[in-house]
């Protein structure tokens, strides 16, 4: 049975690829910086017939991460995990003249050293155990946007950092690929003002914003022994916002 990490599992894309996952099988251990985690995990757990576990985690620390990984080893009895889903994020928007370097630090230390974070503890198990499935969540924002410098910036550096390890981890059968969600339903695009809402939606040419489920189902594809010759590729999910 493959044993997964879900960052950022609280809500949103997290919580619908936890159960997601769950429901095909797979162990999750769903982290979150939110305190009731472990509720939400047996949420999660009543929907499927998998072991779910909930730890807080922040993402940002590396000594965070390194107990999160060791205590869920422990619980669960096991001495690695097979997928990654890094998926943590948040955003602190502002026009770059206006940006504090508080504003730049917490996006950059939540979504890269996040990733690295997380992935340094997973790593050396995959290795052992020639198999791996690592998921980057990276953003349509990537291409640069007004008041995102500090999340553009994160997210395109998570392509780089997902072609990269693709390229290095390869020959230990272990994928890495990137996921570029557009405008999907989420906590953090619901703070979005209902004018730019609209602006946003029109511009989908499938008129509609995207669902978190949307994303888990891709996800649940690229953990699949199915995806098995898909590394390093950076995968939209926009509705074709993008275009």
């Not at 879900?6 to 996952?21: D, R």
């Not at 392509?159 to 290095?168: D, P, S």
């Not at 059968?173 to 969600?181: D, G, K, R, S």
């Amino acid at each position: 049975m493959r044993t997964a990490i879900v960052t950022g599992a609280g809500s949103g894309i997290g919580y619908a690829t936890s159960v997601k996952l769950a429901n095909k099988g797979i162990t999750v251990i769903m982290g979150d910086i939110i305190k009731d985690i472990g509720e939400k995990a047996k949420e999660v757990e009543s929907l499927s017939k998998s072991k779910v576990i909930g730890l807080t985690v922040d993402v940002s620390d590396w000594n965070s991460t390194k107990e999160f990984y060791e205590e869920a080893l422990k619980i669960l009895g096991i001495d690695h995990v097979d997928i990654l889903v890094n998926n943590a994020g948040i955003i602190r928007d502002a026009l770059f003249v206006k940006m504090t370097p508080e504003q730049w630090d917490q996006v950059i230390k939540v979504h890269l050293y996040g990733t690295f974070n997380m992935t340094k503890q997973v790593i050396e198990g995959m290795i052992k155990y020639n198999w791996g499935r690592i998921i980057n969540m990276s953003s349509a924002s990537w291409m640069g946007n007004i008041g995102q410098a500090n999340y553009s910036a994160a997210k395109a550096g998570i392509i780089g950092f997902t072609k990269t390890l693709a390229r290095e981890l390869g020959k230990y059968n272990i994928t890495v690929n990137a996921l570029v969600p557009g405008f999907i339903d989420t906590p953090m695009t619901r703070s979005v003002p209902e004018k730019i809402r609209k602006i946003i939606i029109d511009r989908i040419p499938l008129g509609k914003i995207g669902s978190p489920e949307d994303v888990a189902n891709l996800i649940a594809f690229l953990v699949s022994d199915e995806a098995s010759y898909l590394t390093g590729d950076i995968i939209e999910v926009t509705g074709g916002l993008t275009l």
